[in-house]
């Protein structure tokens, strides 16, 4: 069985943010974890950051929190201990942190489908609703997904370390190499799921820092035309400032404006949106009314709007059940349709080369740096998009 709650050090300490309820988010002196498992790495946090789905969390829309969980799942740091197993990272070493734990060893890890892996996550709730089937852990996450606290923290502690940490060379900055714990791997997965390739054309629904990487990423593997649909008025700023053409949804229908700039529809369509997003009134009304978990207007809207024998990939965060999803059209329209959480240790060292190589530069979502210490006023600010926040990122100061 694997052990998903640290042993702490009670005698030295750290700042942490912890979660005590719905928007309600406290940074805190914890105890320090330590190596529970010979296979364990200790990481001094030196830059986390806070994810759209950590949003989820915040307003504890996803089942599984407890209160005093720490959260966060995106982080670089240095490793400051690790286990009698460990063999690929080494005390001192710095390295960028997979949110995706894998144990490397069962089969779905051997098939590089690491968001899959069936031993790190051992909730008996996930795979009651998986008809006992099994998901990998997830650090900072709910119980869920394992309930592994999370590195909004001056430490964490990271299972299978020879698996889920990746070592970085000196001269690439930490605020480089902190998109590799996420943002690249995932919005690189969301154009593979989709199969983008030159010449095609691309709607991307939801222009957070997912959405937005995964434009990039669409126009460096070849993409004659990406098309971004989001209603926010900054981030659509930003996707015009890179190039991209978008449409704002309060002021356009998307399905049919879509259809008039490419008249038999877009090639690719991709998801970066999530469950809690209700646009319409009857997915508002039936999850006010616990009629279903997950509102999935943008995926039945991407479901329309693309080509027959198109592709659409689904890289936002789902996680329960939905109605009126159009079975129908994807039926008929022969529409090949793609999700996942994203095996981040399948392309990480291949998008390391490319921003060894300055062939990409994600630090354009950087908005904010703010210290740890502040990291409550930072989730309200990205919550309620104040200030324009795109990525937020939070330093340790690591004087306790």
Not at 247 to 268: A, Q, R, S, Y
């Amino acid at each position: 069985m694997i052990t998903t709650q640290p042993q702490k050090d009670y005698s030295r300490v750290m700042k942490a943010l912890v979660w005590h309820g719905s928007e309600d988010v406290r940074v805190m002196t914890q105890p320090r974890p330590l190596i529970t498992d010979s296979k364990d790495a200790l990481i001094r946090v030196s830059l986390t950051t806070i994810c759209g789905s950590d949003l989820h969390l915040y307003h504890n829309s996803i089942p599984g929190m407890k209160e005093g969980d720490i959260l966060g799942h995106e982080c670089v740091g240095t490793v400051e201990d690790i286990g009698s197993e460990v063999e690929n990272v080494k005390i001192g070493d710095r390295v960028v942190v997979s949110p995706v734990l894998a144990c490397g060893t069962c089969d779905m890890c051997k098939e590089e489908k690491f968001s899959e892996c069936e031993i790190t996550n051992p909730s008996v709730e996930m795979e009651k609703m998986l008809m006992g089937q099994k998901t990998a852990g997830l650090l900072g996450f709910s119980h869920y997904s394992g309930g592994y606290p999370g590195c909004h923290a001056e430490y964490v502690r990271i299972p299978f370390a020879d698996v889920n940490l990746l070592k970085i060379p000196l001269e690439l900055s930490d605020e480089k190499a902190i998109f590799l714990s996420d943002v690249l791997p995932t919005a690189w997965q969301a154009t593979e799921m989709a199969e983008v390739s030159e010449g095609k054309t691309v709607a991307v629904w939801g222009l957070g820092p997912i959405g937005l990487m995964t434009m990039e990423f669409a126009k460096h593997r070849g993409a004659s035309r990406v098309i971004g649909i989001d209603c926010v008025p900054y981030r659509l700023e930003v996707a015009k400032n890179r190039g991209f053409e978008v449409i704002n949804f309060k002021e356009e229908e998307p399905v049919g404006t879509l259809l008039k700039m490419i008249p038999h529809g877009p090639d690719c369509v991709i998801d970066c949106v999530g469950f809690r997003y209700a646009k319409s009134w009857r997915h508002t009304l039936e999850k006010a009314l616990h009629l279903e978990t997950d509102a999935i207007d943008s995926i039945c809207e991407g479901i329309y709007a693309v080509k027959k024998c198109g592709v659409v990939s689904v890289i936002g965060e789902y996680f329960g059940y939905a109605n009126h999803f159009p079975i129908g059209a994807v039926m008929e329209k022969g529409i090949t349709f793609r999700s996942g959480i994203a095996n981040i240790q399948k392309y990480w060292k291949q998008l390391l080369e490319l921003l060894e190589k300055g062939s990409i530069d994600p630090t354009f979502l950087i908005s904010h740096h703010m210290s740890l210490d502040r990291a409550d006023d930072a989730y309200r600010i990205f919550d309620r998009k104040e200030h324009k926040a795109l990525k937020i990122m939070l330093k340790p100061e690591h004087k306790v």
